[in-house]
């Protein structure tokens, strides 16, 4: 299990070191697939994880939105290299396409069953999402004990 989070800083060469807590869960592969996150990060996630969610997805329904997205998430991932130093290059299109730019501070966090990278003020949005959905669950649910009490 992935977890925590972490501020890093983008080389010259487009690699982020990897936090040794969360490299740890990839020991047996230097081979990652990374991909394109649906709330502007990208996704670190290890090859047969990958490939188990994308039979769970294909797997989901015989829907044509459900054959889309399985396709989505063939075509724009691809494979990179954990180096001996824990880092792993991050492509130009994809750091491009999420905002973040060489020598930029990212966060690596971990999310469960993968890691994602992120440039920090989407993550501090996103974080800020994630509470109020919370509060409003928690305020939800105290209502609804009050109602049945």
């Known amino acids: 299990m992935f977890l925590g989070s972490f501020l890093h800083t983008i080389d010259d060469k487009g690699r982020v070191v990897l936090p040794s807590t969360l490299r740890t869960h990839f020991a047996n592969s230097d081979t990652l697939i990374i991909s394109p996150g649906l709330q502007g990060q990208l996704a670190l996630t290890h090859p047969d994880e990958y490939a188990g969610l994308l039979h769970r997805e294909a797997a989901q329904s015989m829907k044509l939105s459900t054959a889309r997205r399985v396709r989505f998430l063939s075509y724009e991932a ?36 993968h890691v994602e990278v992120w440039n920090p003020q989407a993550f501090e949005t996103e974080r800020a999402k994630a509470l109020a959905d919370i509060e409003r669950q928690v305020e939800r649910e105290e209502r609804e004990e009050e109602i049945g009490s």
């Open 78 to 113: 691809t494979t990179v290299k954990l180096d001996k130093a824990g880092r792993v290059l991050l492509p130009e299109k994809m750091r491009e396409s999420v905002g973040i730019a060489l020598g930029s501070e990212v966060v690596v966090a971990g999310a469960h069953t």
